[in-house]
């Protein structure tokens, strides 16, 4: 069985570090918009510890997170933060079991690629 789960979260009013921690933890394919990378970025001052928290979070969950990015008027692109100890192959094969709940979500996928990682 599979669902989806959509979080909404004013970051006014909450901390979108302990939402998407919470959040993280209990998905079993968390992905994040641009907008919410955006929020997170500026609660903590900036992208680079934004990369460096998520990163934590796929560590400590033992699982990637996803963050989704538009392109196009119909078109996006998908990044993984992975856990330093997954391979590259670990990790395409994980994003491929998860095939269908992304398109599900995005619509088709043209391609997967890997790129090489880069430290935080």
Do not use: K
Request: hydrophobic residues 45%; glycine residues 6%; aromatic residues 6%.
């Amino acid at each position: 069985m599979s669902g989806t789960l959509r979080v909404t979260a004013d970051a006014s009013t909450i901390s979108m570090a302990r939402a998407i921690r919470a959040t993280a933890q209990a998905a079993p394919l968390f992905l994040l918009t641009v907008r919410a990378l955006a929020e997170l970025a500026d609660e903590l001052g900036g992208y680079s510890t934004a990369a460096a928290f998520l990163l934590e979070i796929a560590e400590s969950n033992n699982r990637p997170i996803a963050v989704n990015v538009e392109t196009g008027p119909d078109t996006s692109s998908t990044a993984f933060i992975a856990p330093r100890t997954w391979t590259p192959e670990r990790l395409q094969g994980w994003a491929a079991g998860h095939h269908a709940e992304l398109e599900a979500e995005f619509g088709t996928i043209s391609r997967v690629s890997a790129m090489p990682a880069e430290p935080v």
